[in-house]
């Protein structure tokens, strides 16, 4: 299980955070200020670590500064669009930046591109006869391989990292496709029919009426 | 033109003026004095021709023994006398005075062409009393005519000698070149020596050029060194005291706008935190499958919070933003009255905190905005409020100060501050407790709304506090006089 260290001040917006890791099955800890967040940082044993810049005690960047020592990817939360700020904090060695206020699955996606890149996701997901291995590109239906377009294979997984959420079409537009589709949602539904027919996810793959589309999980029925 | 170009010429054209102009008197008056003795050298002449004349014309009827001359023998002899052994170089002439013709004449050919001395000779009325002076310019040369009437044996005669007066002129005109040239030089001499004088009674001046030009190009810390003559001191100093008045405002200018940019700054950051909670709370309760009801209680909870947060936010910036902008109606407000409403709406928040608020005032009317005023207290009274624990009091006062102004006062029994953050408590979203204000659903701009106040009635606000012992705030402000 992946464990997540929040260090926000904002009572809330921690709350938040950490409601919304735990949809994902992210576990988070809490820390409201820059010194206990440094020192929980250092003693235990995180995946991630989400930091605020504007912290009382210590701030942002000097917490960065005191626990770069553990190793542990950092993203920097915060509210200050200064690029200045960005550069600082990235050159401190944080991985990413997220600017206040943000979206629950812009922070998973962006969590999720650090968590790969220091290869904490898991490599293969498995949902019901269904197995997804993200590092080889192949998925297999009661054993056997699918074939399946590279788009259509990262719209499945994406889903398949999101069971349970709702996901809008814009965002995994952004996330599959990498960039704001302007009026291409239709390009959105033929990948999710194609990736509904070849795996046969008909009932579990649902369409969310305005909204977008939803994979349920195994255990919900 | 630069001022030492200006000074350079001016003296240089002056400088050659004024020598010519004193030189020209000085050439003229000797040239005249030469031309009076010329005269007087030339009418001696004349007499001797004219006594030689004279003298021949009766030797000669003597020696002829005869009563009278006939005009011819004059001619004769007057050509002998002409070209006698001691008058080679006589230039006259002889006419007869009756029909003006030339009776006998040497070296007077040339002269005689002349339609000047034509004009002379026939214009001239004789007098043998005085002699007349002319002088003709004949090519090149200048020549002096005397020109007298005398009567030989009963004749009358008009008598003409010429001097050559040449060298007198040409000596003037010499003299007149030689100053011509010398006042050039001179001057120039003269200037050149003004110039470099000018150059370096004006070099302060560049260097107050170099200072200026540096001041005007945004450095305002440099002063300059008060060096020179009297006059260019007196305008360092004033060019410093220029720069002085140019550094402060610039200062205070930049003051101001780094405050605002902070005020900017903190705005975005504190409409951006509950915006963060709300954004992310709706977010979930949309995407999320199954929300059980107490994660949506609390989710909406949250929201409905944050919202009311930001409300009071903007609340508070619009009360801001209006103080800026409106006049404010100033009257006599008695603050017994208002002490007095204020109570009444505090009651409820009060009794719920477990706080008692006590009022006093004397009998005191100042002049205010009633509306900004009653914000101004209840601003500081829910400051005492969130500040304070059960069961404390909150004092609400006014009295005479004794200098004509009424000192208001909020006092409270609560947590207190450090004196750190009594000096930053007026700054817009300062909060001593970012958690606790957030909370109690502040947004950091009360105090900075109440000080805002103060200013437009000309009050002071003053904070006064200790850790654990409570916290005073005292508003100080102009009395209106009981009539």
Known sequence: MISILIIEDDVNI?????????????????????????????????????????????????????????????????????????????????????????????????????????????????????????????????GKQVQLTPKEFDVIVYFLQHQDIAVTRERLLSAVWGYEFEGESRTVDIHVQQ?????????????IPKLGYRLESQNSV | ?????????????????????????????????????????????????????????????????????????????????????DNDTAHAAVFSASDRRLVAGSGFDELMELGEVQDHISGYSPDPDTCQIRIFTLGKSRIMTVTSAMTVEGRDYIVITALDVSDIYAMRDRQRDFVRKVSIISAAIVSLILLVTVIILLRPLSRLNIYTKAIAGGNYKIRIRKKGSIEFRELSGNMNAMADSIQRNAARLEKTAEDRQTFIANLAHEMKTPLTSILGFGDLLRIKKNVSDSERMEYAGVIVEETKRLRSLSGKLMELVALGGTETEMEPVALRDIFRDLEAAFAPQLSKNGLTLYTSSEEITVMADQELLISLLSNLIENAVKASSEGKRIALNARHNGDGRVLISVADEGIGMSQEAVEKVFQPFYMVDKSRSRKAGGAGLGLALCEKIASVHGAELSVTSEIGKGTTVSLLMKEVEPS
């Open chain 2, 1 to 85: 033109m630069k001022l030492w170009q200006n000074i350079f010429l001016s003296s240089l054209l002056l400088m050659i003026l004024t020598i010519n102009i004193v030189s020209a008197a000085v050439l003229s008056s000797s040239h005249k004095m030469l031309l009076e003795r010329e005269q007087a050298h030339a009418v001696n002449e004349y007499e001797f021709f004219a006594a030689s004349f004279s003298n021949a014309v009766i030797y000669e009827r003597l020696r002829a023994d005869e009563v009278i001359l006939s005009e011819e023998q004059v001619a004769s002899t007057a050509k002998e006398l002409f070209f006698g052994p």
């Open chain 1, 14 to 142: 921690a709350k938040m955070i950490k409601a919304t890791l735990s949809i994902v099955g992210y576990s988070g800890t809490c820390r409201y200020d820059g010194r206990s967040g440094a020192e929980e940082a250092m003693k235990g044993s995180y995946d991630l670590i989400l930091l605020d810049i504007m912290l009382p005690e210590m701030n942002g960047f000097e917490v960065m500064e005191s626990i770069k020592s553990c190793g542990t990817p950092v993203i920097f939360l915060t509210a200050m669009q200064d690029v200045a700020d960005k550069v600082k904090g990235l050159r401190l060695g944080a991985e990413d930046y997220i600017v206040k206020p943000f979206e629950a699955l812009e922070l998973l996606a962006r969590i999720d591109v650090v968590l790969r890149r220091s290869e904490k996701t898991r490599d293969t997901i498995t949902y019901g006869d269904l197995t997804a291995d993200i590092g080889r590109h192949i998925i297999t239906l009661a």
């Open chain 1, 195 to 207: 990736v509904r027919r070849k795996l046969g996810l008909k009932d579990k793959l649902i369409t």
